[in-house]
């Protein structure tokens, strides 16, 4: 449904219907060229408030801007993006008055979209340097002033995603947002849900995964739209870069249009989901940036998720295209309570906005919540860091003790994030059901809790590791027998090595196999070596212990193991080297030791 007054507000990507008869079966469709080098003029984006009146009337378009979104958008753009990026590049790198960022702007078609779209395209002055080939919206900047980035070399592009949901009206979404592009000769790129198969463990892989057969919900197109727009800057960023170097100094972002009342919304669901005080804040600017990935790619190139319009409303949105007569297409599931989080915003926030006196009133509580949980967030990752900076290792996370707090907290919920690659975001009642566990049962040494999502947290020791269910330890052994054979024992041999044992064997275990296992896999059985001989047997791990084995490394050691009628003994055990980071060696139990001028069984080893 086409809008040009108020009406309920839409996400950036509306659900999709069938496709128009016209339709191209292509993952990714361009307006005009298919030559993603050659798609527009040149254009220049200018980040100071005299150009920007210049640049809309030089575009034919004089906006009405009683809200200053246009201003806004800039500001957003120079202070929470271009200026913090340009900030990290050496200032004695010549090429840095070439950088070129790549924006790509991901445009539904409705309300907020449609006015960020407006907003930035605002911002573009046409530079008249007809000359210049192979190029798409051009933008230089020129930072020789105390007030900071003035201007930068800039493409600007727009993403559309068809969801096929909503039957005729999504089709109708597509043509708007292709017809506004066109209008402005900016480079369009489609993407629409039937050209996928996938399924959905795969959506948040960077490969390229196919989706039909799906059923459709809003965090898989949430994850499908966020990994195509991924693959499209980095294509975009790095199409030039194949053949000149003066190119490596492109960087990228994502724009999209979520606006200050989003970022409310974001804050109450997540209070809604028991986030942790320190993650109680709105929506971010600009993210951490990521790498932009394909065979080409210099380490150099990166890229953001960008919302340049977080300090505006909702209002001042629809006031800014009423006031310009500017047009929008209307998501009608807007309206509905089907998704939380448009019950939270239809129903609760007008309730919270009633209850709290107002809503400048409730304005100010939710800014003083995000301000209060940035602080508190900011404070206790700098601990957290420099506690697992303390570690050991950076693979296994030590306690500091019987008491795990708030910093303790906050470290594991950081490493266990990094050790998975983000795959595991722990809660905060998961973490308080391993604090409960370490707290509570302090002589408990050895236990495992299972977080969801195959994951496992395991204790050993003051030692917590993370294990994925699919990972099985026993079939990647770090030793295995290469051969056996009969010799005679000369007093020169070497009785143990760290791949060559002798051993010698009694005449009731001669037809026993010898085998690799773990401690984990036999017990704690005695163990008698030649040092101790004339002595009672120890426990083996009793025996490590002595050897300074941690204990969470106790069950993982490798014992050469042999099977009587009856029972199984220890021949060998491999003692690691852990302090001097040097090759162990085997030691062999006193029973198994070999004697001079006897046949004697020789084991040759390998690792694995």
Not at 235 to 255: C, E, M, S
Not at 335 to 352: C, D, G, H, S
Request: net charge negative; charged share 25%; aromatic share 6%.
């Amino acid at each position: 449904m086409l809008r040009t007054h108020a009406a309920s507000p839409s996400p950036l990507c509306f659900g999709a219907a069938k496709l128009m008869p016209h339709h191209l079966s292509l993952q990714r469709q361009l307006i005009h060229h298919q030559d993603a080098s050659s798609y527009v003029p040149v254009q220049r984006f200018s980040m100071s408030n005299r150009d920007l009146v210049s640049s809309a009337t030089d575009r034919g378009h004089e906006f009405v801007d009683d809200g200053n979104i246009i201003s806004a958008v800039r500001s957003s753009l120079r202070d929470d993006l271009i200026q913090p990026h340009i900030d990290t590049i050496s200032t004695n790198n010549d090429s840095s008055q070439d950088i070129t960022v790549v924006l790509l702007l991901a445009v539904s078609g409705g309300r907020d979209s449609v006015a960020l779209f407006h907003a930035v395209t605002a911002l573009l002055r046409k530079n008249n340097d007809d000359s210049i080939l192979n190029t798409t919206i051009c933008l230089s900047h020129d930072n020789d002033s105390g007030d900071g980035i003035k201007e930068i070399q800039c493409e600007l592009h727009v993403a559309h995603f068809n969801h096929e949901q909503r039957r005729d009206n999504s089709d109708e979404d597509e043509a708007f947002v292709q017809r506004l592009c066109a209008e402005r000769g900016i480079p369009f790129h489609n993407y629409s849900w039937s050209d996928e198969e996938f399924s959905s463990a795969k959506v948040g892989q960077t490969d390229e995964n196919t989706m039909s057969g799906i059923s459709f919900t809003q965090d898989i197109a949430r994850k499908w739209r966020r990994r195509k727009l991924r693959d499209l800057l980095s294509d975009l960023v790095l199409q030039t870069n194949k053949n000149t170097i003066r190119d490596t100094n492109r960087w990228g972002a994502i724009l999209t249009a979520h606006h200050g009342d989003d970022s409310d919304e974001t804050i109450l669901l997540k209070l809604l989901r028991g986030s942790h005080l320190s993650n109680l804040r709105g929506i971010e600017a600009r993210s951490d940036k990521f790498d932009l990935t394909t065979d080409m790619s210099p380490s150099t190139c990166v890229g953001y998720f960008a919302k340049p319009m977080l300090q505006l409303r909702k209002n001042d949105i629809t006031n800014f295209l009423e006031s310009n007569a500017l047009e929008w297409r209307e998501d009608e599931s807007n309206a509905t309570n089907k998704y939380k989080r448009n019950k939270v915003r239809n129903e609760l926030i007008p309730l919270m906005r009633e209850l709290a006196g107002g809503e400048e009133a409730l304005q100010k509580r939710f800014n003083n919540i995000d301000q209060q949980s940035r602080a508190i967030s900011k404070d206790l990752k700098e601990r957290a860091t420099s506690y697992l900076a303390s570690m050991p290792s950076q693979s296994e996370f030590w306690l500091p003790g019987d008491e795990v707090d708030i910093i303790c907290e906050e470290a594991f919920h950081i490493w266990a994030s990094r050790v998975t690659d983000r795959q595991l975001q722990l809660s905060y009642d998961q973490i308080n059901r391993i604090k409960f566990q370490v707290e509570r049962y302090p002589s408990r040494l050895q236990w495992t809790i299972d977080v969801g999502d195959l994951w496992r947290v395991q204790r050993n020791g003051h030692i917590l590791a993370l294990l994925h269910d699919t990972e099985n330890i026993s079939d990647s052994l770090p030793w295995c027998i290469v051969e056996t054979k009969s010799v005679l024992f000369d007093v020169n041999d070497q009785i143990e090595s760290d791949t060559e044992l002798f051993i010698s064997i009694p005449p009731e275990l001669e037809n026993s196999t010898l085998t690799i296992k773990r401690i984990k896999d036999v017990g704690n059985l005695r163990f008698l070596p030649q040092w101790r001989e004339g002595r009672s047997p120890m426990k083996i791990k009793e025996i490590l212990r002595g050897q300074k084995i941690p204990l969470h490394h106790r069950d993982e050691t490798p014992v050469m193991c042999i099977s009587g009628e009856t029972d199984e003994q220890i021949v060998a055990v491999h003692i690691e080297n852990l302090e001097k980071r040097r090759d162990g060696k085997w030691i062999i139990q006193s029973y198994f030791h070999p004697s001079k001028g006897n046949c004697v069984t020789k084991v040759k080893l390998a690792k694995t």
